[in-house]
Antibody
Framework: DVQLVESGGGLVQPGGSLRLSCAAS????????LSWVRQTPGKGLQWVAT????????YYLDSLKGRFTISRDNAESSLYLQMSNLRVDDTAVYYC??????????????WGRGTPVSVSS | SYVLTQPPAVSVAPGQTATITCGGN??????VHWYQQKPGQAPILVIY???DRPSGIPERFSGSNSGNTATLTISRVEVGDEADYHC???????????FGGGTKLTVL
């Protein structure tokens, strides 16, 4: 089956760090742009970050630059999101998503089921 | 940044037509995509490039985009269509993807 499966979420204190993972299967992983998208409780979706096929191009939501790092391991068909200095308002479900060519036509063709992150003292 | 406005909720009876709007300044000049999200499940792409359907999405789902409003239309609504629907496009100001706030479709 073509799928994305996230893991690594959990409860963390403000200022803490967390690393999310996304395992891909059923498609040629190195061929695609990949993104993280989050959804705060009861609210809409928010794009977080995107990485290109070879990992050399990365893009971030401006407010997250410097705290979040997206990376990938094509040999392991895995996507990662390293989150540091976490804040209460980072609490959300984090989704891994596969995209097409990043830019004007960008959309998310495949999503995982998400992993919840809760930042609280 | 670009703002996309969706109604929080839409209700429709089974068999009727549901219309979900996504408003934005000159949105007709952009390409809009729509996602269906059921509770606890992964979002699913149901419309891309304003009106195209991915394989496996029923023909009952259609999209349009003109002026300041993009529209997702679901014909012959079924109970299984009950979900949150999100619109998304590329914000050329920030060069980033943006989403609308989502619309909860209730099938009465």
């Amino acid at each position: 089956d073509v799928q994305l499966v996230e893991s690594g979420g959990g409860l963390v204190q403000p200022g803490g760090s967390l690393r999310l993972s996304c395992a891909a299967s059923g498609f040629t992983f190195p061929g695609y742009w990949l993104s993280w998208v989050r959804q705060t409780p009861g609210k809409g979706l928010q794009w977080v970050a995107t990485i290109n096929q070879d990992g050399r191009q990365t893009y971030y939501l401006d407010s997250l630059k410097g705290r979040f790092t997206i990376s990938r391991d094509n040999a392991e068909s895995s996507l990662y999101l390293q989150m540091s200095n976490l804040r209460v308002d980072d609490t959300a479900v984090y989704y891994c998503a596969r995209g097409n060519d990043y830019g004007f036509n960008y959309y998310f063709a495949l999503w995982g089921r998400g992993t919840p992150v809760s930042v609280s003292s | 940044s670009y703002v996309l406005t969706q109604p929080p909720a839409v209700s429709v009876a089974p068999g009727q037509t549901a219309t979900i709007t996504c408003g934005g300044n000159h949105i007709g000049s952009k390409r809009v995509h729509w996602y269906q999200q059921k509770p606890g499940q992964a979002p699913i792409l149901v419309i891309y490039y304003d009106k195209d359907r991915p394989s496996g999405i029923p023909e009952r789902f259609s999209g349009s985009n003109s002026g300041n409003t993009a529209t997702l239309t679901i014909s012959r609504v079924e109970v299984g269509d009950e979900a949150d629907y999100h619109c998304q496009l590329w914000d050329t100001t920030t060069d980033q993807p943006v989403f609308g706030g989502g619309t909860k479709l209730t099938v009465l």
